[in-house]
RNA sequence: GCGGGUGUAGCUCAGUGGUAGAGCAACAGCCUUCCAAGCUGAAGAUGAGGGUUCGAUUCCCUUCACCCGCUCCA
């Protein structure tokens, strides 16, 4: 399947169009058209519904564990600034990068490194990113070479200060990138605003700052306490949000795939720190079974387990589940979902103040006079079993989805071409939107077989009996074969059509949008009809 | 952020330093008794800004967006 032809019917029938189209539009901003909104509420509904409304509370489902309780939350998109300073996400998106203008590449600012050194009269600081075992050989060569010098007189070179980043140095002219052979080709840093900054209150100053969160995940941490104190849920027990996040994306590309503002179905579910594991793979194995059930059921999807290397220090393992969206070169695969296993890391760091992830036991990260890098709230957010008496932090597992990742998963999955026969018997390429009929933006269509004899007035009746529960789609105009084709490629999965026998006998005909398979039911069965072929 | 490419009607594409064409779709109507192609009619476009020019959709500059490659990717 070509992409462009994707992204062709998507704004042609209004699936998708660019943000501020009629100002030349915004990278990486996309809106959802009228077809489009419906598909992604359903996708957002069946997820809720799934996972939290629908969730039985009382027994283990889908081979779960034990049995364990599902609620929800819906908390603000700006958050009190620490939150992120404690969660990492400051410190992590608030990166300064130098670009070379002789080797095209980007650094961080504080990860190049480098020594002073003096040779032929002139002092220049040579940089590496090398790792630091090979990091003064690496200098050493690089800065021979810059000299013209041969390793043999390696005691020319004047070396004038140990190993120190490049954030210590201020004149940049004096400086050899880390890829380099001239001198002076890194830009100044430039900061890189990952998270969206914005001021609260009218006044804006750097005391109001704060951010547009880049995950929903944070408020369902930061409001733990509030939920167990408010519900009456027990470990083990998750928390389910639905809400937009914003990331500065540097490279925003490939249709909706990577946005800027774009929206996730977080989960986060805390369970006794000896059952993690279990429910690790439950969750892991269980979110990947929804994708299937929803319509990705081929080898484009697949379920990838990280490496440990490939682990953050405190996760006892994590998963994607991803997609080969078409875009992508053959053989790779784009994120849908993550399902983290993040130990007590999220709690602990808003407990005690941002933890250091590198470290084993996890501890708090310290600042330069020795006191905590980012304060935590102070808060007890330790969980007490008041059965056993026993108080813990809980562990969490976080199966966190992009909801427009998912959508464009689904409409990449359902483009289809094929034949179908046209009134000569003839095959036609059709065009037609396999969605699962759960998300199908519209449920049914309801037709007259031609525009007089009263089959006007009987399909509007139907629709309009079908109409309260569902968005059904009424249309008169134009050859029937047509009128099925335009549904074909909204994915509407099933057209009723009125002809003449309904005259004499009160039936009307249903096809479906895959089979093309007409039946033939009574109009009074059709809301009964539709609804078990829905489910 | 870098390099290359592309921006003309809703879509797919023509074309020209001098009034911008077509097919399909959509719309109004006719005709039509089951899978897009019949007839009639009307409507609709040079991404944005600036420059050169008597005149720019065309040439130049800037900008925005999209595509490909590199870089980045929590």
């Known amino acids: 399947m070509q992409m462009e032809k994707l992204v062709s019917l998507c704004k042609r029938r209004g699936f998708l169009f660019q943000s501020s189209e009629i100002y030349g539009g915004l990278n990486g901003f996309w809106d959802y058209g009228p077809l489009g909104v419906e598909l992604k509420r359903n996708l957002k509904a069946a997820w809720w519904r799934d996972m939290v409304n629908g969730h039985d509370d009382t027994r283990p489902v889908y081979g779960s564990p034990t049995s364990y309780e599902m609620t929800g939350l819906d908390c603000t998109i700006i958050m009190h600034p620490q939150v992120w300073k404690c969660s990492g996400h400051y410190d992590l998106f608030h990166d300064y990068m130098v670009d070379c203008r002789e080797s095209k590449r980007r650094y961080r600012h504080d990860q190049v490194r480098g020594r002073w050194v003096e040779a032929k009269g002139q002092r220049i600081f040579v940089t590496t990113m090398v790792e630091a075992e090979q990091e003064e050989a690496e200098v050493q060569a690089r800065a021979l070479k810059f000299f013209h010098l041969r390793a043999k007189n390696a005691e020319e070179l004047k070396w004038d200060s140990g190993f120190q980043s490049l954030t210590e140095v201020e004149d940049l002219e004096r400086v050899l990138g880390p890829d380099a052979r001239a001198l002076g080709t890194l830009t100044p840093p430039r900061e890189f605003n990952l998270m969206f900054k914005t001021y609260v209150g009218a006044l804006s100053g750097e005391e109001g700052t704060a951010f547009l969160r880049p995950e929903t995940a944070q ?317």
């Open 219 to 535: 408020g369902i941490f930061v409001n733990f306490k509030n939920v167990v104190d408010s519900s009456r849920v027990r470990v083990p027990f998750g928390i389910a949000q639905i809400g937009k996040s914003f990331r500065n994306e540097i490279t925003p590309r490939n249709f909706t795939f990577r946005s800027r503002e774009f929206e996730q179905m977080e989960i986060e579910f805390f369970c006794h720190p000896n059952s993690s594991q279990d429910w690790y793979r439950y969750w892991r194995d269980r979110r990947m079974q929804w994708y299937q059930e929803m319509g990705l059921a081929g080898e484009r999807l697949r379920l990838r387990e990280h490496d440990p290397e490939e682990l953050s220090h405190y996760s006892t393992g994590t998963a994607d589940i991803e997609y080969a969206f078409p875009f992508l070169p053959p053989g790779e695969f784009g994120e849908l979902e993550g399902i983290a296993h993040r130990g007590d890391f999220d709690l602990r760091s808003h407990m005690e103040g941002k933890l250091d992830e590198t470290t084993q036991p996890l501890q708090v990260e310290l600042g330069p006079e020795g006191k905590p890098k980012w304060k935590g709230s102070g808060r007890d957010l330790t969980y007490r079993d008041d059965l056993t008496g026993e108080r813990y932090i809980p562990h969490v597992i976080e199966p966190s989805a992009g909801a427009d990742r998912a959508v464009l998963a689904f409409l990449c999955e359902a483009y289809t071409e094929d034949e179908a026969p046209d009134e000569k018997g003839v095959l036609q390429k059709r065009v037609v939107m396999r969605l699962h009929p759960r998300l199908a933006p519209l449920k049914a269509a309801v037709f007259p077989l031609v525009k007089k004899d009263g089959m006007p007035e009987i399909a509007q009746e139907i629709y309009r009996t079908l109409k309260p529960h569902w968005p059904v789609f009424y249309d008169e105009k134009g050859a029937v074969g047509r009128r099925y084709r335009r549904q074909d490629e909204a994915g509407t999965p099933y057209c009723i059509t009125v002809d003449s026998q309904t005259l004499k006998d009160r039936t009307v005909t249903i096809r479906d949008r895959d089979t093309l398979e007409q039946t033939r039911i009574p109009i009074a069965d059709c809301l009964e009809e539709i609804r078990q072929r829905l489910q």
